[in-house]
C-alpha cells in the first residue's frame, strides 16, 4: 500500500520527479537530496513501510540485495574504494524520514569518517546477560 502523504511513497511511484539511478517492480534507488557524498543514493521501497522492523519479508529480503547492485554500479561509475549501506529506523536512531529505505554512501580511501560510534568496554557478565534477554525476544 502507498500512503498519499508520504513523500517517499510519492517519490518511489514516480509522482514526484527524482534523479533515479535505478528502477524494478519494487524499489526506486534515488539520489539523496543532501548527500553524505557525490553519488549517496537511497534504496525505496514503492510499497509504505514505517522501517525495517514494520516492513514484510520479502521487501527486506530484496532491499540489501538492490542496495548491493547500487553500490557495485557506483564503485564502478565513481571508483570508489568502498560502499557503507546505512539504514535508520527510529526517529532516536536517525530516521527523519518515516518510509523505510536504505541509505547508499560512496566511500574513499582517507575521507572524512561518516558511520560511526563510539565504542566502550565490555563487561562478560553484563554481556551474557544481555544476549540472554534480546534472545528471549526473539
Ligand atoms: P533518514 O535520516 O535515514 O530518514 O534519511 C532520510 C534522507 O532522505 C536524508 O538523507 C535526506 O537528505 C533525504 N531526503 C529527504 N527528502 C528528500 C527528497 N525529497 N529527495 C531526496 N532525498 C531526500
Ligand atoms: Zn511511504
Not at 514494520?54 to 553500490?71: H, P, Q, R
Given at each position: 500500500m502507498k500512503?498519499?502523504?508520504?513523500?517517499?511513497?510519492?517519490?518511489?511511484?514516480?509522482?514526484?520527479?527524482s534523479n533515479t539511478v535505478y528502477e524494478?517492480?519494487?524499489?526506486?534507488?534515488?539520489?539523496?537530496?543532501?548527500?553524505?557524498a557525490k553519488g549517496h543514493t537511497l534504496v525505496i521501497p514503492k510499497e509504505?513501510?514505517?522501517?525495517a522492523l514494520?516492513?514484510?519479508?520479502?521487501?527486506?529480503?530484496?532491499?540489501?540485495?538492490?542496495?548491493?547492485?547500487?553500490?557495485e554500479g557506483m564503485k564502478k561509475a565513481l571508483n570508489a574504494?568502498?560502499?557503507n549501506i546505512v539504514q535508520n529506523n527510529g526517529e532516536a536512531a536517525g530516521q527523519t524520514v518515516p518510509h523505510l529505505h536504505v541509505h547508499v554512501i560512496p566511500r574513499y580511501n582517507g575521507d572524512e569518517k561518516m558511520v560511526t560510534w563510539t565504542q566502550h568496554e565490555s563487561d562478560s557478565e553484563e554481556q551474557k546477560r544481555i544476549a540472554?534477554?534480546?534472545a528471549a525476544m526473539i
Open positions: 500512503k498519499d502523504d508520504c513523500i517517499f511513497c510519492r517519490i518511489a511511484n514516480g509522482e514526484i520527479p524494478d517492480e519494487d524499489f526506486r534507488c534515488i539520489l539523496d537530496l543532501s548527500p553524505a509504505h513501510f514505517q522501517d514494520n516492513a514484510d519479508d520479502e521487501v527486506l529480503s530484496k532491499i540489501f540485495k538492490v542496495a548491493a547492485k547500487v553500490g574504494d568502498g560502499i540472554e534477554k534480546i
